[in-house]
């Protein structure tokens, strides 16, 4: 049985931007957030209402992601120019920028040290630098098409990429090789994470599903096939609990992954919601979208968390209601969804995008209190699975459920072991190829740092001479 939960409650609204917001990210503290945008724009928010949110110009076309450091003291941020910049989050915008790929930079993302950046891109790449002297340090190259996204793992010591060729790619840092990839076969993933305890991977795919993947055995966890439009993005809570998506239906979705099934669907944006984020403390969390907003919810998540062979939760209840702002009470919507299976059809999938469709359009039928932030109308209603649970129905983290027969019989004995060494002979090639490159990039990087240097010389002795003359 589960507990009480206080449902979630938007906080503030925020609206600066003049297009997309595409990345959303909170500073450790909670004071702060930073978000990208279309408009070629980052942007600071304060979360105390008083203070003035700061505007960052520099990049010259759209931002992809933004993220802030584990310290909080920089931020960084992609952008279609092809470059990364490194902001310091003050008044004065200061920021260091440079070159990193030869084609639009998608994502960027610190190690849990601070000390690494890794990014990906749409020249099929992917790199890591050092944060202080923004040195390149080399490049993972097997994928063959644009790179969306790639995360450092919670240790630091894996990397997990996704690409529009449909595949997901575990690499070791060290060794610097991919370790395992995972295939999406009804479309690709435009995001993916790590679970905070490092043992799984989420995907936010285009075929409209979220699917959790144990890295271990390379197992299949869960498939919430929740959403009626692709997922753009999500964001596990730190404790490990929740993961919340974001999608083109227009809804953000809280998923609870111990009891395997939909909790939240959230409604606020006008239009595809492109990108959340919880904030360090999961006390928060965030959400942009093509509306230009950005609205900040509290999560009202009340648990403590024990960890024993994988994830458990208690959840406690609320003992208080929360004090509100008037202009921030929540809608709150209730309604239920069939269980979710691992297999779940196509057609179950449409009957619960059908059903949410429904939910939606007799909101206030079920509504307790209105909600009207600077006009946004924003609103959550509850998911409870009913009827008996199914023998096939997702499981929480703590029991992984099996993978689907079909997929694994799929990827068995289907392809002609002529074709099969074929295709690893050509792997193989492509692996030479990409340390080839790998290595003259390193190369090409120490020249660029000796030409530097040289010019750096050149100059201060230019500077003796002129001073020595002029003396």
């Known amino acids: ?3 009480a939960l206080l449902d979630p409650t938007l906080e503030r609204h925020f609206k600066g931007h003049r297009h997309t917001v595409t990345s959303v990210d909170f500073s450790c503290n909670n004071k702060q957030i930073a978000t990208g945008s279309v408009d070629s724009c980052v942007m600071i928010w304060n979360m105390k209402p008083q203070m003035r949110a700061y505007r960052f110009d520099g990049h010259k076309e759209a931002v992809t992601s933004v993220q802030f ?12 120019d092809k470059t990364v910049r490194l902001w310091v989050p003050s008044m004065k915008a200061e920021s260091t920028v440079f070159r990193a790929h030869t084609a639009t930079v998608r994502c960027v993302n610190f190690s849990s ?3 690494t950046l890794v990014t990906a891109s749409d020249d099929k790449t992917i790199k890591l630098w050092t944060v202080h002297r923004q040195k390149f340090l080399f490049s993972l190259s097997q994928h063959m098409n644009w790179v969306r996204c790639a995360k450092f793992s919670p240790d630091g010591r894996l ?3 996704s690409s529009d060729d449909k595949t997901i790619k575990l690499w070791d840092r060290n060794s610097r090789e991919c370790i395992h990839s995972f295939t999406e076969h009804a479309g690709y993933a435009n995001y993916v994470d790590f679970h905070p305890s490092g043992t799984c991977i989420a995907a936010a795919s285009t075929d409209h599903s979220v699917k959790v993947w144990d890295i271990r055995s390379h197992k299949m966890l869960q498939h919430y096939p ?3 439009g692709a997922v753009n993005g999500l964001s596990f809570h730190p404790a490990g609990n929740f993961l919340i998506t974001a999608s083109s239906d227009s809804t953000a979705k809280i998923l609870d992954l111990v009891e395997g099934k939909l909790l939240y669907t959230l409604h606020g944006h006008q239009g595809p919601v ?5 904030s360090r403390t999961g006390g928060y969390f965030s959400s942009g979208g093509s509306d230009e907003q950005v609205l900040v919810w ?6 403590s968390i024990e960890s024993s062979n994988g994830v458990k939760s208690q959840r406690k209840s609320a003992a208080s209601s929360q004090t509100r702002p008037a202009s921030s009470t929540a809608h709150l919507h209730f309604n239920s969804h069939p269980p979710l299976l691992n297999s779940q059809t196509a057609e179950g999938a449409e009957q619960l995008n059908r059903q949410d469709s429904q939910t939606t359009a007799c909101a206030h039928s079920f509504s307790r209190n209105g909600v009207h932030s600077r006009g946004a109308h924003s609103y959550a209603h509850r998911d409870a699975t009913i009827g008996s649970p199914s023998t096939q129905q997702t499981q929480g983290l703590q029991q992984p459920a099996q993978q689907d027969k079909g997929l694994s019989d799929a990827s068995d004995g ?5 074709l099969a060494n074929t295709l690893e002979h050509i792997i193989g090639q492509l692996d030479v190829l990409t340390q080839t490159v790998s290595i003259l990039e390193q190369r090409l990087t120490l020249t660029e740092d000796k030409l530097k240097e040289c010019l750096e010389n050149q100059v201060e002795i230019g500077l003796h001479l002129q001073n020595r003359d002029e003396a």
Not at 69 to 80: C, E, K, M, Q, Y
Not at 274 to 278: E, G, I, K, L, R
């Open 298 to 303: 509290k999560s009202n998540f009340d648990e």
């Open 274 to 278: 492109t990108c959340v984020a919880f």
């Open 159 to 161: 990397i997990v990429s």
């Open 1 to 3: 049985m589960t507990s």
């Open 69 to 80: 450091s584990p310290s909080g003291h920089l931020v960084a941020s992609t952008s279609r």
């Open 113 to 115: 040290d601070g000390q």
């Open 414 to 418: 289907r392809i002609p072991p002529s």
């Open 226 to 228: 929740v959403h009626s």
